[in-house]
Every structure is written in C-alpha cells, then in structure tokens.
C-alpha cells in the first residue's frame, strides 16, 4: 500500500461529526456552582489517526470534540496536552500547547505539536537534536470555564479522553530566543506574514529576547530619519483587527498612531496602536519591549 504523507492542514481533516455543538459568542457570564460540573468530554479519533504525518510549520492537525455539559450555554476554554506512547505508556507534556481555544472544531499548530516533541524527547538545542522518525503521539484536551477576571470557576476543569496518531514525526523546534518583528515606516509597512520573514529579518527589523523565556526584547536598529511609525509582531499570521490582534504588540488595542518625543518610555499591550516619532532624525534606535511589565523604552543614541 502507498504511504501518504500528509503536508497541508486540508488534509488533516477529520471527518468526524461533534457530538455537541459549541456556542463561544456569548457575551454574559452565567454563575456556575457545583450543579455544573461537566461529567463527560469526548474528543473524537482522528480520520487519520493511522496515516503517516509530517509535521511542519506551516501545517495543522485538525481535533474536534464535544462540548462539556455544563448545564449553561456559556464560553469555554480549551487547551491542548501533547503525549508520546513509548511500550504501552504515555509520558504527557508538563504543560500545554500556546495557543488556545475556545471552539470544538480547531486546527492545532505542527509548529507548537514538534516543539512539544522535542520538549519531551530533552532537546535543548539544535545540537542536542536527533530525528527519532515516526512515532506514536497522543493528544487530549482540558476544558474549563474562566471567570471574568480569568479566573478558574471551581468545579469547571475537566480532562478529555486521548486519542493517538500512529505513525508522527516532528522535526527540530526546540526552544530558541524570541524574536518580536518591527513593521512599520521604516521598512515600508510589509504585510506580517510568513512569507515576508526573511525580508524583516534581512533588513534587521526585529529585536529578540536577552534569554530564552525571559520575554524581555532588546535591540538596536538603524532607523531612516522621517516620519516615523511602527508597532510589533510577535508572529507572522496577518495584520490582525481591534478586537484580534494575532501577534501585533502595540501602544493601544485601537489600530490609531500616538505620537511621542524621544527618549520615550511607556507601556503596550496586545493590540494595534503603533507608536509615531515625527521628524524622525534618521540613526540609532536602542529599543527594549518588557513583556512581563508590559513596558517598553525607546532611546536614540
């Protein structure tokens, strides 16, 4: 029988129907009490739960399951746990996936799924990295619901079932420097997509962290003088709006420049606000993004 890789998140499909369907616009936040703690959470095995699949960055691996019967139509949130079957065991993650959601039906990142992978293989480095081929991977999901304040409605928590993928590989993801993207006036405002990547590296756009995990962004960039207008992109998937920013970091949610005078030190946030310097001398921009405090500063030097 031919062996099918799989490159796209088209053809992760899953043809499986959910079991129950999801409702996430709700805007009011029922009170929820011990009544309605979920009993049941079921996510659905895979269509191509036997095929063989390579991961990569730009594809995904589509996962439906059954919303928690609460008792209340409200917002759920879900999370992503990645598992490796070694001899009949799973030895799960330590923690989840980045990215969360608050659907049935998501496609799950191959880029977040290999860097799971190599997490629990022990990869450190690029060095350290060895292709282990296919293997078997399992997944489940936690649901929960959050208060308004984010914080966890006690009784609420729950854990799926698993499901495995027979035969996946990943490929080398292991933990590097973070890097925030500059897009702005000064590099001609490209669009923050994956295919302009090299172009924002190539032309220093960018500042990366002091450490990894350290979410502090620091770098100095040669900035042409004029007008000038920026904001930051922790990842390149699009432009984002107002109500969902993607990865732009910014002064304000709004998508709406505000003009300060250098040196400038104030705060950002998720969001589309780009900072703007008019009259910009043209010369060295020492710049540094705090993510933990959410501050950032700007010196001319």
């Not at 895979?46 to 991961?55: E, K, R």
């Not at 304040?149 to 698993?162: A, C, D, H, P, R």
């Not at 490209?190 to 295919?195: A, C, I, L, Q, V």
């Amino acid at each position: 029988m031919k062996t099918k890789y799989f490159k796209s998140s088209l053809l992760f499909a899953v043809c499986a129907l959910l079991f129950t369907a999801c409702d996430s616009d709700r805007d009011d936040n029922p009170t929820l009490g011990p009544n309605h703690t979920a009993s049941t959470f079921v996510l659905n095995t895979s269509a191509v739960a036997d095929q063989y699949i390579q991961l990569a960055p730009e594809n995904s691996v589509n996962l439906t399951w059954s919303q928690p019967d609460y008792g209340v139509n409200t917002v759920v949130n879900y999370k992503i746990q990645v598992g490796l079957v070694e001899s009949g065991n799973v030895r799960w993650s330590d923690g989840y996936l980045e990215t969360g959601f608050n659907s049935c039906d998501v496609n799950v990142s191959g880029d977040e799924i290999a860097k799971a992978i190599c997490k629990l293989d022990g990869f450190k480095t690029e060095d350290d990295y060895v292709d282990k081929g296919f293997r078997e991977v399992a997944m489940r999901v936690a649901a929960d619901i959050k208060t308004t304040s984010s914080q966890v409605v006690e009784g609420t928590e729950i854990l799926s079932n698993m499901v495995t993928f027979k035969h996946m590989a990943a490929y080398c993801n292991v933990p590097t420097k973070g890097t925030l993207y500059i897009v702005g006036s000064c590099c001609g405002w490209p669009e923050p997509s994956g295919s302009n990547k090299q172009t924002l590296l190539d032309g220093g756009w960018y500042v990366t962290e002091t450490e990894i995990g350290s979410n502090i962004f620091k770098g100095v960039v040669e900035m042409p003088a004029g007008d000038l207008t920026f904001r930051f992109y922790s990842k390149l998937t699009g432009w984002g709006s107002d109500d969902n920013p993607e990865g732009s970091i910014g002064q304000q949610a709004k998508d709406e420049a505000k003009e300060f005078t250098l040196p400038h030190t104030g705060t950002c946030m998720p969001g589309k606000g780009s900072w703007s310097f008019p009259g910009f001398p043209g010369g060295k921009l020492d710049i540094t993004v705090d993510m933990n405090n959410k501050s950032v500063s700007f010196v001319l030097l």
